[in-house]
Protein backbone atom coordinates (compact mmCIF):
# COMPACT_ATOMS: atom_id res chain seq x y z
CA UNK A 1 0.00 0.00 0.00
CA UNK A 2 1.09 3.46 -0.67
CA UNK A 3 0.29 6.89 0.45
CA UNK A 4 0.90 10.82 0.47
CA UNK A 5 0.73 13.20 2.66
CA UNK A 6 0.64 17.08 1.65
CA UNK A 7 1.65 18.96 4.66
CA UNK A 8 0.15 21.82 4.18
CA UNK A 9 -3.32 22.20 2.39
CA UNK A 10 -2.73 25.98 2.05
CA UNK A 11 0.20 28.50 1.72
CA UNK A 12 -0.11 32.00 1.12
CA UNK A 13 3.15 34.01 -0.21
CA UNK A 14 4.17 37.09 -1.26
CA UNK A 15 4.96 37.62 -5.43
CA UNK A 16 8.53 37.22 -5.46
CA UNK A 17 9.31 35.14 -2.01
CA UNK A 18 10.56 31.58 -2.11
CA UNK A 19 8.16 28.69 -1.49
CA UNK A 20 8.37 25.12 -0.64
CA UNK A 21 5.66 23.01 -1.03
CA UNK A 22 5.81 19.64 1.18
CA UNK A 23 5.19 16.40 0.27
CA UNK A 24 5.93 12.94 2.68
CA UNK A 25 5.25 9.61 1.05
CA UNK A 26 4.69 5.90 2.41
CA UNK A 27 5.12 2.57 0.38
CA UNK A 28 6.70 -0.38 0.95
CA UNK A 29 8.32 -0.81 -2.64
CA UNK A 30 10.25 1.87 -5.04
CA UNK A 31 7.84 4.41 -6.35
CA UNK A 32 8.48 7.10 -8.75
CA UNK A 33 7.41 10.81 -7.25
CA UNK A 34 5.27 12.85 -9.41
CA UNK A 35 4.43 17.20 -8.84
CA UNK A 36 1.15 17.87 -10.52
CA UNK A 37 -0.55 21.59 -11.10
CA UNK A 38 -3.93 22.41 -11.18
CA UNK A 39 -4.87 25.84 -12.42
CA UNK A 40 -8.87 27.58 -11.81
CA UNK A 41 -11.39 25.31 -13.86
CA UNK A 42 -8.33 23.26 -15.73
CA UNK A 43 -7.07 19.25 -15.49
CA UNK A 44 -3.43 18.81 -13.69
CA UNK A 45 -0.29 19.14 -15.87
CA UNK A 46 3.09 17.64 -14.70
CA UNK A 47 5.83 19.85 -12.92
CA UNK A 48 8.21 17.50 -12.50
CA UNK A 49 8.98 13.75 -11.57
CA UNK A 50 11.85 11.71 -10.26
CA UNK A 51 12.13 7.80 -11.44
CA UNK A 52 16.15 7.58 -10.65
CA UNK A 53 18.90 8.92 -10.73
CA UNK A 54 19.80 12.57 -9.47
CA UNK A 55 17.95 13.25 -6.02
CA UNK A 56 17.37 17.35 -7.62
CA UNK A 57 15.06 17.53 -10.41
CA UNK A 58 14.07 20.50 -12.34
CA UNK A 59 10.74 21.11 -13.70
CA UNK A 60 8.66 23.74 -15.73
CA UNK A 61 8.16 26.91 -14.92
CA UNK A 62 11.28 27.37 -12.65
CA UNK A 63 10.13 24.83 -10.15
CA UNK A 64 12.25 21.94 -8.73
CA UNK A 65 12.34 19.38 -6.54
CA UNK A 66 14.60 17.28 -4.00
CA UNK A 67 13.84 13.22 -3.59
CA UNK A 68 14.53 12.38 -0.16
CA UNK A 69 14.93 8.59 0.82
CA UNK A 70 15.54 8.54 4.21
CA UNK A 71 13.27 10.85 5.29
CA UNK A 72 10.48 9.78 2.04
CA UNK A 73 10.21 13.13 1.03
CA UNK A 74 9.54 14.88 -2.34
CA UNK A 75 8.66 18.74 -1.26
CA UNK A 76 8.95 21.22 -4.10
CA UNK A 77 10.68 24.62 -4.48
CA UNK A 78 10.76 27.78 -6.44
CA UNK A 79 12.97 30.92 -5.34
CA UNK A 80 10.46 33.49 -6.58
CA UNK A 81 6.96 33.05 -7.15
CA UNK A 82 4.53 34.80 -9.44
CA UNK A 83 1.25 35.53 -9.50
CA UNK A 84 0.69 33.26 -12.03
CA UNK A 85 1.80 30.33 -10.33
CA UNK A 86 -1.38 30.56 -7.86
CA UNK A 87 -2.78 26.80 -8.43
CA UNK A 88 -3.47 24.03 -6.00
CA UNK A 89 -0.41 21.80 -6.53
CA UNK A 90 -0.38 17.69 -6.21
CA UNK A 91 2.07 15.52 -4.87
CA UNK A 92 1.79 11.81 -6.63
CA UNK A 93 2.84 8.36 -5.94
CA UNK A 94 3.01 5.35 -9.04
CA UNK A 95 4.48 1.84 -8.30
CA UNK A 96 6.44 1.07 -11.50
CA UNK A 97 4.66 -1.77 -13.68
CA UNK A 98 1.69 -1.42 -11.52
CA UNK A 99 -0.62 0.90 -12.47
CA UNK A 100 -1.93 2.07 -9.06
CA UNK A 101 -1.72 5.81 -8.78
CA UNK A 102 -2.07 7.60 -5.12
CA UNK A 103 -2.38 11.45 -5.08
CA UNK A 104 -1.89 13.89 -1.84
CA UNK A 105 -4.87 15.96 -1.22
CA UNK A 106 -3.34 19.00 -2.91
CA UNK A 107 -2.12 22.51 -1.21
CA UNK A 108 -3.52 25.80 -2.52
CA UNK A 109 -0.47 28.26 -3.04
CA UNK A 110 -2.13 31.80 -3.45
CA UNK A 111 0.64 34.62 -4.10
CA UNK A 112 -0.33 38.11 -3.23
CA UNK A 113 0.91 41.13 -5.03
CA UNK B 1 -2.71 18.26 -31.32
CA UNK B 2 -2.14 15.35 -28.03
CA UNK B 3 -4.89 15.50 -26.13
CA UNK B 4 -7.25 13.54 -24.08
CA UNK B 5 -10.99 14.26 -24.49
CA UNK B 6 -13.97 13.68 -22.43
CA UNK B 7 -17.68 14.28 -22.78
CA UNK B 8 -19.65 15.69 -21.81
CA UNK B 9 -17.89 18.51 -19.48
CA UNK B 10 -20.79 19.02 -17.49
CA UNK B 11 -23.66 16.59 -16.60
CA UNK B 12 -26.91 17.08 -14.28
CA UNK B 13 -28.62 13.67 -13.90
CA UNK B 14 -31.58 12.44 -11.77
CA UNK B 15 -30.47 9.38 -9.10
CA UNK B 16 -30.51 5.84 -10.63
CA UNK B 17 -30.19 6.92 -14.61
CA UNK B 18 -27.49 4.91 -16.29
CA UNK B 19 -24.82 7.34 -17.92
CA UNK B 20 -21.62 7.07 -19.75
CA UNK B 21 -18.97 9.65 -19.82
CA UNK B 22 -16.61 8.91 -22.11
CA UNK B 23 -12.84 9.44 -22.63
CA UNK B 24 -10.43 9.03 -25.89
CA UNK B 25 -6.63 9.93 -25.89
CA UNK B 26 -4.89 10.09 -29.14
CA UNK B 27 -1.43 9.86 -28.28
CA UNK B 28 -1.16 5.71 -28.36
CA UNK B 29 -0.50 5.34 -24.37
CA UNK B 30 -1.46 2.08 -22.88
CA UNK B 31 -2.17 2.80 -19.50
CA UNK B 32 -5.61 5.22 -18.93
CA UNK B 33 -7.07 5.69 -15.53
CA UNK B 34 -10.52 7.19 -14.37
CA UNK B 35 -10.02 10.21 -10.86
CA UNK B 36 -12.65 11.78 -9.13
CA UNK B 37 -11.98 14.95 -7.12
CA UNK B 38 -13.40 16.00 -4.24
CA UNK B 39 -13.02 19.19 -2.19
CA UNK B 40 -9.72 18.64 0.82
CA UNK B 41 -9.65 15.09 -0.51
CA UNK B 42 -7.30 15.29 -3.93
CA UNK B 43 -7.83 12.75 -6.57
CA UNK B 44 -8.85 9.33 -5.71
CA UNK B 45 -8.50 6.70 -8.73
CA UNK B 46 -11.21 4.81 -9.38
CA UNK B 47 -10.01 2.02 -11.96
CA UNK B 48 -7.35 1.96 -14.36
CA UNK B 49 -6.37 -0.09 -17.25
CA UNK B 50 -2.97 -0.89 -18.51
CA UNK B 51 -4.25 -2.22 -21.65
CA UNK B 52 -6.80 -3.01 -24.03
CA UNK B 53 -9.28 -5.62 -22.14
CA UNK B 54 -7.08 -5.10 -18.50
CA UNK B 55 -8.52 -3.25 -16.17
CA UNK B 56 -8.26 -3.05 -12.13
CA UNK B 57 -9.71 -1.22 -9.69
CA UNK B 58 -8.12 1.85 -7.98
CA UNK B 59 -8.89 2.99 -4.55
CA UNK B 60 -12.69 3.95 -4.85
CA UNK B 61 -14.08 1.32 -7.47
CA UNK B 62 -17.83 1.16 -6.05
CA UNK B 63 -20.77 2.29 -8.22
CA UNK B 64 -18.70 2.60 -11.04
CA UNK B 65 -17.91 0.06 -13.92
CA UNK B 66 -15.42 0.65 -16.69
CA UNK B 67 -13.90 -1.25 -20.33
CA UNK B 68 -11.49 -1.08 -22.44
CA UNK B 69 -12.34 -3.04 -25.77
CA UNK B 70 -10.06 -0.26 -28.31
CA UNK B 71 -6.79 1.20 -26.69
CA UNK B 72 -7.79 5.35 -27.45
CA UNK B 73 -11.17 4.85 -25.81
CA UNK B 74 -11.67 4.03 -21.60
CA UNK B 75 -15.58 5.36 -20.52
CA UNK B 76 -16.58 5.26 -17.28
CA UNK B 77 -20.41 3.98 -16.65
CA UNK B 78 -22.39 4.68 -13.80
CA UNK B 79 -25.18 1.97 -13.43
CA UNK B 80 -27.24 3.63 -10.92
CA UNK B 81 -25.94 7.08 -9.86
CA UNK B 82 -26.24 8.22 -6.44
CA UNK B 83 -25.78 11.64 -5.37
CA UNK B 84 -22.68 10.74 -3.30
CA UNK B 85 -21.11 10.46 -6.84
CA UNK B 86 -21.58 14.14 -7.60
CA UNK B 87 -18.09 15.44 -8.23
CA UNK B 88 -15.49 16.23 -10.66
CA UNK B 89 -14.02 13.69 -12.50
CA UNK B 90 -11.03 13.10 -14.76
CA UNK B 91 -9.53 10.80 -16.85
CA UNK B 92 -6.07 10.40 -17.93
CA UNK B 93 -3.51 8.28 -19.87
CA UNK B 94 0.38 7.73 -19.92
CA UNK B 95 2.83 5.35 -21.46
CA UNK B 96 4.01 2.58 -19.39
CA UNK B 97 7.77 1.14 -18.49
CA UNK B 98 10.40 3.19 -18.32
CA UNK B 99 8.55 6.69 -18.70
CA UNK B 100 7.22 6.75 -15.16
CA UNK B 101 3.89 7.16 -15.28
CA UNK B 102 3.44 10.46 -16.26
CA UNK B 103 0.07 11.19 -16.74
CA UNK B 104 -2.32 13.08 -19.28
CA UNK B 105 -5.28 14.50 -17.90
CA UNK B 106 -8.32 15.96 -19.33
CA UNK B 107 -10.48 18.90 -18.87
CA UNK B 108 -12.47 17.01 -16.37
CA UNK B 109 -16.70 16.44 -16.13
CA UNK B 110 -18.37 17.81 -13.56
CA UNK B 111 -21.57 15.55 -12.68
CA UNK B 112 -24.21 16.42 -10.68
CA UNK B 113 -26.70 13.64 -9.24
CA UNK B 114 -29.95 15.29 -7.58
Known amino acids: AQSVTQLDSQVPVFEEAPVELRCNYS??????LFWYVQYPNQGLQLLLK??????LVKGINGFEAEFNKSQTSFHLRKPSVHISDTAEYFC???????????FGDGTTLTVKP | EAQVTQNPRYLITVTGKKLTVTCSQN?????MSWYRQDPGLGLRQIYY???????DKGDVPEGYKVSRKEKRNFPLILESPSPNQTSLYFC?????????????FGPGTRLTVT
Open chain 1, 50 to 55: YLSGST
Open chain 1, 27 to 32: SSVSVY
Open chain 1, 92 to 102: AVSEPNAGKST
Open chain 2, 27 to 31: MNHEY
Open chain 2, 92 to 104: ASSLVGTSGYEQY
Open chain 2, 49 to 55: SMNVEVT
